[in-house]
């Protein structure tokens, strides 16, 4: 018994020094128009609005052009320098009427009321008042089928089960749940034609009667082994969430609540601040994100945070014509806020009804110049050349040339801690580790490796202030002397069991996927490139049709989605996605990767290290740490020449395998 603990302890000991699993939030930003101007009084003047045209967090139905949400700044007394006076913010939204996406008048499937409230889709419980409200779940007109004992689920906790299939008589008995918990059930007759079910339950927030769910089976059929229901048709709302709205409810810093009916009105009752170089929560995400500029400048824009998993639609203002877009209308175009920059543009020219002619879908951008999020002009932190692709951010390997790029990783001015022999993942397949820590000698060896493998090292003397590392590598693209990573260590320090290294200030660019620009490529539909230095320019050289009902893609990921309208009408925009969800990536440190956010780690999980290559010294972990000595040579997986240990450092997970070790063998 003695031997299989010590074994287990042993096994155990490995996980903690192995560690890799860790998660990382990603969130999607999604902003509105940018306001700048020299205070609160200039931006706004008479009054400003804006609605889901300009805001895409807000509730938009592009078919039947559809919109209930604005938010208003208006010029009231308490307006004066990045102050908005009391009831200077009104959030406005009003019931309005829309098409379920399974249209079927004839079965009860033609519209329903609903109302966007604070950039989510909710539906009334009551369609003339705008007090009681629940969140919609599901509007699909998907095809599912499902079989005897099936469950089918719709989110939230929500589920529809196949209790039995009857396909002579055309029936299925369907059950509707709630956390596994039975709600209601029905035998549909689909050969009778009423194949819908609408589930109506009483003392939701008061109300009875209240449609909770539609379903509506299409058919029912025999499979090869078992008995189909097939649905089409799925509408439903969080009843079990269902909120009701008082007029002493606050919303964040909406606080004064007003109900006339169908419209909910909420206004400021104090002044709200627009406080520079941060994000200021108005109510229920959202907020204003305000930049970083001297007292004599006001810039912000409006957004909506989503942390919620899934795929988000990331659109620009709508068109029913000839039309342009760029960063104050395409919340997809790269937008820097604090330098007030943007790189790219898209343009619909010579359109004919739905088609739009050679050359006359034009996309262009150029290399602008941005400062690092990590800021110190003395240490070579000051700006750095940015260029928008396809509304994602890459860096030109060549300042004033725009025809290789690659991808931003990364540009961070957290601190993040690191011990002796840990990892931090940057994302992409990207780390750092800290080989050795030597307090005494305020320096710290770093090695940066790619998937694993060896890529450069360099033992950075933070003494000396001359603090960051600059990454250069060569060949990148048939380019040399490109700056692929910069590191900043803020110090190293002793902590309770290690020595310490704190980096402040990362930013890293995607050089093992480097791409190169020609003219002959095609992007898409845009396939007529044209390089002027810092510029880059893609229009289509065939027509483009904008096909009604239908999402058209332009290029990489960027599609128009057009309205189903008549043949006299037009209204199209265009977007991107963009997805937030949990991100599981297996690091051994912290997590800092992610195609949106970085991860707020200021200190490293103990259990997240790996294995240190020189455990036999131990000063790199005592104070008594004493000066590297000069690093060998080695060849490493990329040909360049790797240095090999200086020869300090400790595994404390190895001593206590060799405890476990001993235990074993005693116990023998």
């Given at each position: 018994?003695k031997?299989?603990?010590?074994?287990?302890?042993?096994?155990?000991?490995?996980?903690?020094?192995?560690?890799?699993?860790?998660s990382?939030?990603?969130?999607?930003?999604?902003?509105?128009?940018?306001?700048?101007?020299?205070?609160?009084?200039d931006?706004?003047?008479?009054?400003?609005?804006?609605d889901?045209?300009?805001?895409?967090?807000?509730?938009?139905?592009?078919?039947?052009n559809?919109?209930?949400?604005?938010?208003s700044?208006?010029?009231?007394?308490?307006?004066?320098?990045?102050?908005?006076?009391?009831?200077?913010?009104?959030?406005?939204?009003?019931?309005?009427?829309?098409?379920?996406?399974?249209?079927?008048?004839?079965?009860?499937?033609?519209?329903?009321?609903?109302?966007?409230?604070?950039?989510?889709?909710?539906?009334?419980?009551?369609?003339n008042?705008?007090?009681?409200l629940?969140?919609?779940?599901?509007?699909?007109?998907?095809?599912?089928?499902?079989?005897?004992?099936?469950?089918?689920?719709?989110?939230?906790?929500?589920?529809?089960?196949?209790?039995?299939?009857?396909?002579?008589?055309?029936?299925?008995?369907?059950?509707?749940?709630?956390?596994?918990?039975?709600?209601?059930?029905e035998?549909?007759?689909?050969?009778?034609?009423?194949?819908?079910?609408?589930?109506?339950l009483?003392d939701?927030?008061?109300?009875d009667?209240?449609?909770?769910?539609?379903?509506?089976?299409?058919?029912?059929f025999?499979?090869?082994?078992?008995?189909?229901?097939?649905?089409?048709?799925?509408w439903l709302?969080?009843?079990?969430?269902?909120?009701?709205i008082?007029?002493?409810?606050?919303f964040?810093?909406?606080?004064?609540?007003s109900?006339?009916?169908?419209?909910?009105?909420?206004?400021?009752?104090?002044?709200?601040t627009?406080t520079?170089?941060?994000?200021?929560?108005?109510?229920?995400g959202?907020s204003?994100?305000?930049?970083?500029?001297?007292?004599?400048?006001?810039?912000?824009?409006?957004?909506?945070?989503i942390?919620?998993?899934?795929t988000?639609e990331?659109?620009?203002?709508?068109?029913?014509?000839?039309a342009?877009?760029?960063?104050?209308?395409?919340?997809?175009?790269?937008y820097?806020?604090n330098?007030?920059?943007?790189?790219?543009?898209?343009?619909?020219?010579?359109?004919?009804?739905?088609?739009?002619?050679?050359?006359?879908?034009?996309?262009?951008?150029?290399?602008?110049?941005?400062?690092?999020?990590?800021?110190?002009?003395?240490?070579?932190?000051?700006?750095?050349?940015?260029?928008?692709?396809?509304?994602e951010e890459?860096?030109?390997?060549?300042?004033?040339?725009?025809?290789?790029?690659?991808?931003?990783?990364l540009?961070?001015?957290?601190?993040?801690?690191?011990?002796t022999?840990?990892?931090?993942?940057?994302?992409?397949g990207?780390?750092l580790?800290?080989?050795?820590?030597?307090?005494d000698?305020?320096k710290?060896?770093?090695e940066?490796?790619?998937?694993?493998?060896?890529?450069?090292d360099?033992?950075?003397?933070?003494?000396?202030?001359?603090?960051?590392?600059?990454?250069?590598?060569?060949?990148?693209?048939?380019?040399?002397?490109?700056?692929?990573?910069?590191?900043?260590?803020?110090?190293?320090?002793?902590?309770?069991?290690d020595?310490?290294?704190?980096?402040?200030?990362?930013?890293l660019?995607?050089?093992?996927?480097?791409?190169?620009?020609?003219?002959?490529?095609?992007?898409?539909e845009?396939?007529?490139?044209?390089?002027?230095?810092?510029?880059?320019?893609?229009?289509?050289?065939?027509?483009?049709?904008?096909?009604?009902?239908?999402?058209?893609?332009?290029?990489?990921?960027?599609?128009?989605?057009?309205?189903?309208?008549?043949?006299?009408?037009?209204?199209?925009?265009?977007?991107?996605e963009?997805?937030?969800?949990?991100?599981?990536?297996?690091?051994?440190?912290?997590?800092?990767?992610?195609?949106?956010?970085?991860?707020?780690n200021?200190?490293t999980?103990?259990?997240?290290?790996?294995?240190?290559?020189?455990?036999?010294?131990?000063?790199?972990?005592?104070?008594?740490?004493?000066?590297?000595?000069?690093?060998?040579?080695?060849?490493?997986?990329?040909?360049?020449?790797k240095?090999?240990?200086?020869?300090?450092?400790?595994?404390?997970?190895?001593?206590?395998l060799?405890?476990?070790?001993?235990?074993?063998?005693?116990n023998?």
């Amino acid at each position: 018994m003695k031997r299989f603990a010590a074994v287990t302890l042993a096994a155990l000991m490995l996980l903690t020094v192995f560690a890799s699993a860790a998660s990382a939030a990603d969130s999607v930003e999604i902003r509105g128009p940018v306001f700048n101007g020299s205070n609160i009084d200039d931006i706004v003047g008479d009054g400003v609005t804006i609605d889901a045209t300009q805001f895409a967090a807000f509730y938009y139905d592009i078919d039947d052009n559809v919109t209930t949400e604005t938010l208003s700044i208006k010029n009231v007394s308490g307006n004066s320098g990045n102050v908005i006076g009391e009831g200077g913010i009104v959030y406005s939204t009003t019931i309005q009427k829309v098409d379920y996406e399974y249209e079927k008048p004839s079965l009860g499937w033609d519209n329903y009321s609903l109302l966007g409230f604070f950039a989510d889709k909710y539906i009334p419980l009551k369609s003339n008042s705008a007090d009681k409200l629940a969140k919609l779940v599901l509007d699909s007109d998907d095809k599912y089928t499902v079989r005897t004992g099936e469950t089918l689920d719709l989110g939230q906790g929500y589920s529809l089960q196949a209790k039995q299939v009857d396909v002579d008589g055309e029936k299925v008995w369907l059950e509707f749940d709630k956390d596994g918990e039975y709600v209601d059930d029905e035998i549909i007759d689909v050969g009778t034609g009423d194949s819908t079910w609408d589930v109506e339950l009483d003392d939701i927030q008061d109300e009875d009667d209240v449609v909770v769910l539609k379903v509506h089976v299409n058919q029912v059929f025999q499979g090869a082994v078992d008995s189909i229901a097939q649905i089409e048709g799925i509408w439903l709302i969080d009843y079990a969430n269902a909120i009701k709205i008082e007029s002493d409810d606050e919303f964040g810093d909406l606080d004064d609540v007003s109900i006339n009916g169908d419209t909910l009105n909420i206004t400021n009752e104090d002044s709200f601040t627009l406080t520079r170089d941060s994000i200021n929560e108005l109510a229920e995400g959202l907020s204003f994100k305000v930049a970083d500029t001297p007292s004599n400048v006001l810039r912000f824009y409006l957004a909506k945070e989503i942390t919620e998993p899934g795929t988000y639609e990331v659109r620009g203002s709508v068109a029913s014509g000839e039309a342009s877009w760029d960063a104050s209308n395409f919340a997809g175009f790269y937008y820097d806020l604090n330098d007030n920059v943007e790189t790219e543009s898209l343009s619909v020219s010579d359109l004919d009804g739905n088609v739009i002619g050679d050359g006359g879908l034009v996309y262009q951008t150029s290399i602008k110049e941005v400062a690092y999020e990590y800021e110190n002009e003395d240490l070579g932190w000051e700006q750095y050349p940015v260029i928008g692709f396809f509304a994602e951010e890459y860096i030109p390997l060549k300042s004033n040339s725009a025809d290789k790029l690659a991808k931003l990783v990364l540009d961070s001015d957290d601190k993040y801690t690191v011990r002796t022999g840990e990892t931090l993942d940057l994302g992409q397949g990207y780390s750092l580790q800290a080989k050795q820590v030597d307090v005494d000698g305020e320096k710290v060896w770093l090695e940066f490796d790619k998937d694993g493998e060896y890529v450069d090292d360099e033992i950075i003397d933070v003494g000396t202030g001359d603090s960051t590392w600059d990454v250069e590598l060569d060949d990148i693209q048939d380019e040399d002397d490109v700056v692929v990573l910069k590191v900043h260590v803020n110090q190293v320090f002793q902590g309770a069991v290690d020595s310490i290294a704190q980096i402040e200030g990362i930013w890293l660019i995607d050089y093992a996927n480097a791409m190169k620009i020609e003219s002959d490529d095609e992007f898409g539909e845009l396939d007529d490139v044209s390089i002027s230095g810092d510029t880059l320019k893609i229009s289509n050289s065939d027509t483009f049709t904008l096909t009604r009902d239908s999402d058209q893609e332009i290029a990489e990921g960027m599609s128009f989605k057009i309205a189903d309208t008549s043949a006299s009408d037009l209204r199209y925009y265009p977007f991107v996605e963009r997805t937030a969800g949990n991100e599981t990536t297996n690091v051994t440190g912290p997590s800092v990767g992610g195609n949106v956010t970085v991860g707020e780690n200021v200190t490293t999980p103990t259990d997240n290290v790996t294995t240190p290559e020189t455990p036999e010294d131990l000063n790199a972990t005592t104070p008594e740490a004493t000066t590297p000595e000069e690093p060998t040579e080695a060849t490493n997986a990329t040909g360049e020449e790797k240095e090999d240990s200086p020869g300090f450092g400790v595994v404390l997970g190895l001593v206590g395998l060799l405890g476990v070790v001993y235990l074993v063998r005693r116990n023998n």
